[in-house]
């Protein structure tokens, strides 16, 4: 594996990524249970991914980040602004890393430079949800700034069980 955090790469995704990002999204679903989408739920294809970055690069306030160790994508961060005049300066943040790659100092690097893109951008809120049980990730929004807003009871339904979200966001500072 890797040495140092240098050895990665986060860069915007492109088109000609949507190979490598298809695969990263199937091993990574495969993998984790702490996101909202299961396996088989996320880009159906290469030429689906491509069009997911594609809509990325055009879409106002939304950000698609990719973390390759030379080829391979390892982890991702999205942001998703709100659609309409009364949300638009509200982002939803996504982040997911494959399990060999976590602990590294990715997450962090991944937060900073969502916000980075938030302040160029003239955000002024980031929101997520965590799984209750997802106590690293936790850590991490926590680290970054971002405080316990809510729960969502018993919101999704994870290997036969019920799950609590918690809502966490920060508001950004000019």
Do not use: C, W
Request: aromatic share 8%; hydrophobic share 45%; net charge negative.
């Amino acid at each position: 594996m890797a040495g140092g955090l240098e050895s990665y790469e986060v860069r915007r995704a492109l088109p000609a990524d949507a190979d490598a990002l298809y695969t990263f999204g199937e091993l990574l679903l495969d993998e984790s249970h702490f996101l909202l989408r299961s396996p088989g739920e996320r880009a159906g294809s290469p030429a689906e991914m491509q069009l997911v970055i594609e809509r990325f690069a055009v879409l106002p306030n939304h950000l698609l980040l990719s973390v390759f160790l030379g080829p391979q994508v390892v982890g991702e961060a999205i942001v998703m602004g709100g659609e309409f005049r009364r949300n638009r300066l509200s982002g939803t943040v996504g982040i997911g890393i494959l399990e060999a790659h976590s602990g590294r100092g990715l997450g962090r690097r991944l937060m900073l430079e969502v916000d980075a893109y938030a302040n160029v951008h003239g955000l002024h809120r980031l929101e997520l949800t965590v799984m209750e049980s997802n106590t690293r990730a936790r850590s991490l929004y926590e680290a970054m700034g971002f405080v316990v807003e809510g729960i969502k009871r018993d919101s999704l339904f994870v290997y036969d069980e019920f799950v609590d979200e918690i809502m966490m966001a920060k508001l950004l500072v000019e």
